[in-house]
């Protein structure tokens, strides 16, 4: 029998089809690559774990500048109080 192997117990999750497992490798390359063009990577060459350091990182620099803009908006709106 191909692939039982003596001794050893069977799987209770799913079977990961091989046509599965590449779509899913194929999925993810194309996310990584999107998540690449999004983010701005300072290390070069930029690996994984690197994007995703660099991702969080503008990730919080954004969250940064939303709130600078909120306040400046705040600041300017004519219906201020000063």
Do not use: W, Y
């Not at 192997?5 to 799913?14: D, E, I, N, V, Y």
């Amino acid at each position: 029998m191909k692939g039982n192997r003596p001794g050893k117990a069977m799987r209770s999750t799913p079977e990961v089809s091989e046509k599965d497992f590449l779509e899913d490798s194929r999925v993810l390359v194309k996310q990584v690559r999107e998540l690449r063009r999004l983010v701005p990577c300072h290390r070069e060459p930029c690996g994984i774990g690197e994007l995703f350091q660099d991702a969080a990182a503008h990730i919080e620099d954004l969250q940064v500048q939303v709130k600078v803009m909120r306040m400046l908006l705040d600041k300017l709106s004519p219906d201020s109080e000063e």
